[in-house]
């Protein structure tokens, strides 16, 4: 049986990178891109010059201003990077139908039986590596494996602008040495588990068993025994590559630039926060049934509070008026707010959901909000929304979950 082949396509500094295109004189000096030095996001990208300073992409803005004072900080452009995304994803669909864009900046490839047309998987690659440079002129890494696991981590190993491919087989020996966290889906209170229990690369998962993996950290555990031999185990990988494009969440969230207990300022926010995921979700014609807020005190303690509806919506008002419900409750009043988020999942099709727009009400708002969205493609997001929405706190965030991904449903690409 032959084995997989599996690349994935990582852009290097992928904002900062498209950012140094504009602008030339950026190049080589630390870059920070996601907002300004003063504010409260957090960053979205560093250059690597930045990054020899211990910046890094989630580091809060003020944080990265105190390791690096001298670097460049940039608010984004998330338009720009959509585009230069479109450019990429055009450049992968010539060397395979089966692509997963996993986020605006990374992608995998399905490349299992294309020797016969691109050669074997390292001259593929580097064909692949120019032809993304001749066409965007930016660099990117690129992993190769048997597995997207495998594939993801070589990325991470390769940069930047490099390649790294593990042969059939090695798998296993590739992973032990490394570092725990190295697997993608291993967060802080899973590191924590495990160094408590004296467990610190990913070998010694292999040396504690499947049953001992399974007994004490359940499915979780399993998964990590399958993570640990090079498998897309668990829930990390659910799909076939190319199977579905389709989110199975859609989200937005903010972070104030100060701490506020301002009502006003946080329902209108919310009101914009439900507003940008109702759009997402008419551009995906999906429905979402589950809908959650995401609170973050000053203390950076965090909340999170959902509840399930009978029918599953899509409409700005049905989300607003269940995350005002769901805020007024669990808001802890006169305690100030650093974050807040709205979260929907369960998401169906559209097929066989037509019924819940028979209600007059919900179809009237359904006609109205296809104006809208129409208005928004024409002349921007802000352009037109929910009256509750004026005088939110909040800009468009430059790595969020972008409207619409290359080779997704809802996607525009301008150029085809």
Known sequence: MQARTIFHVDMDAFFVSVEELFDPSLKGKPVVVGGLANERGVVSAASYAA????????????????????????????????KYSGKVHRVLKKFSPRI???????????MTGTERLLGPPLEAGDRLHQ???????????????????????????????????????????????L???????????????????????????????????????????????????????????????????????ISHETTFSQDTADVKLLESTLAKLSQMVGRRLREHSLYGRTIQIKLRYKDFSTYTRAISLDEATQLDTVILETTKSLFRRNWKRRQP????????????????????????????????????????????????????????????????????????????????
């Open 337 to 416: 707010i650093r974050l807040l988020g709205v979260y929907v999942s369960g998401l169906e099709e559209t097929e066989g959901q037509l019924d819940l727009l028979e209600d007059g009400r919900k179809h009237k708002w359904s006609r109205a909000l296809e104006a809208v969205d129409s208005l928004r493609d024409r002349f921007g997001e802000s352009s037109v929304g929910l009256a509750s929405a004026m005088g939110h706190g909040r800009q468009e965030r430059v790595h969020e979950n972008p409207a619409g991904l290359p080779g997704k449903t809802g996607y525009q690409d301008e150029e085809e």
């Open 179 to 249: 570092d725990i966290r190295k697997i993608p889906g291993v967060g802080k209170v899973t590191e924590r588990g495990f160094r408590e229990r004296g467990v610190h690369k990913i070998g010694q998962l292999t040396d504690l068993g499947e049953d001992y993996l399974e007994k004490t950290w359940g499915q979780t555990g399993l998964a990590l025994a399958g993570k640990a031999q090079g498998r897309d185990a668990g829930a990390w990988f659910q799909t076939e590559i190319g199977d579905s494009d389709y989110p199975k969440s």
């Open 131 to 177: 032809a993304i440079a001749d066409t965007t002129q930016l660099p990117c890494s690129i992993g190769i494996g048997t597995s997207r696991l495998i594939a993801k981590i070589c990325s991470a190993m390769a940069k930047p602008n490099g390649m790294l491919r593990v042969m059939p087989g090695a798998e296993a020996a590739f992973l032990a040495p």
């Open 100 to 110: 997963e864009m996993a986020s605006i900046d990374e992608a995998y490839l399905e």
């Open 51 to 82: 990054r020899k300073y211990g910046v890094h992409s989630a580091m809060p803005l003020r944080r990265a201003y105190q390791l690096c004072p001298q670097a460049i900080f940039l608010p984004g452009r998330p338009s720009r990077y959509r």
